[in-house]
């Protein structure tokens, strides 16, 4: 695969059982035009998605990615995937990596206005080379995301456990920790909690203890970070889900970003203030996570 892959697929009911679903596969030109104009996904953001890394093609923690894109339909009220069906589509487009990294992701739209089915595709692409952050860390600020942590219980209606097409919030966190002088941002509740970034979770450590913030509030599970806390545990540490204030972020005795593509990159400061490296552990997290994983 020189730049880009794409495979359209014709959804299927979630509980239809076959042994082959290749025949509702159509590989397209990824670099020709295949949406419609209607497609709601590009109108409105109205649909789901997963990233999921790739490793020499093998393709990182499938299942727990399509459980997520699963829970995201659902929340969404969108038609259920069929897991088989797509688990095969990723097979695919695994095969059409190239060697090193890549990242597969998975689209599930509401499809076109008034049209009678959603619209699914997958596509495949060289990863961005993110060596240097994993190794240097990036420097983050805090920004209120204006909900309180019981927000997603309250009102459902904002979809924020689900990890959607519309990413302009997202991006314009990132944007605005630019003008800061940041690297990235860290999302708070309005009332003082630690949630996640726009685009990764987040791990804290003080001293052999490792947290993360409890996937309520909507905050997406991480599937990199349960592979880190997997990883963590094995070697005897302990870690859990806490609810954690904005003031125990200067505390942390080391503090990491995770996710899918970019694995694991240590923050090195919060809002100015420096935190503590762990250039042997990140070398560690980002050895294992390179490594293939189901």
């Known amino acids: 695969m020189a730049q880009r892959f794409a495979l359209i697929i014709d959804p299927v009911e979630a509980s239809e059982e076959r042994a082959d679903f290749s025949g509702t596969f159509t590989v397209v030109d990824a670099a020709a035009p295949a949406l419609s104009v209607g497609e709601l996904s590009t109108q409105r953001g109205d649909g789901v998605f997963e990233s999921i890394g790739v490793i020499d093609r093998h393709a990182q923690e499938v299942i727990p990615h399509l459980e997520r894109l699963a829970n995201s339909a659902r929340i969404c009220d969108l038609p259920a995937p069929n897991q088989e069906q797509w688990r095969q589509a990723v097979a695919v487009a695994a095969a059409e990596c190239p060697a090193g990294e890549a990242v597969i992701k998975l689209i599930l739209s509401r499809g076109v206005e008034h049209g009678p089915t959603p619209t699914a595709w997958v596509t495949a692409a060289p990863a961005s080379d993110f060596s240097n952050v994993r190794r240097d860390g990036v420097k983050v600020v805090t920004l209120d995301r204006g909900y309180s ?23 314009a966190a990132l944007r605005e920790a630019h003008r800061r002088g940041a690297d990235d941002a860290i999302f708070l509740s309005s009332d003082g909690f630690v949630l996640e970034a726009p685009t990764a979770s987040l791990i804290l450590r003080f001293g052999d203890r490792f947290v993360t913030p409890a996937p309520t509030g909507g905050i997406l599970h991480g599937t990199t970070q349960l592979s880190v806390f997997e990883y963590l545990e094995g070697r005897g540490f302990d870690v859990g889900y806490e609810r954690i204030p904005v003031t125990d972020l200067p505390r942390a005795d080391a503090a990491w970003l995770v996710s899918s593509v970019r694995l694991a990159v240590p923050i090195t400061a919060v809002d100015a203030a420096p935190l503590p490296a762990a250039p042997a552990l990140t070398t560690d997290l980002n050895h294992h996570l390179l490594s293939p994983r189901d």
């Not at 942590?149 to 991006?171: C, F, I, Q």
């Open 149 to 171: 942590l019981d927000v997603a219980e309250r009102a459902p209606w904002l979809l924020l456990g689900a990890k959607t097409l519309s990413y302009a919030v997202n991006m």
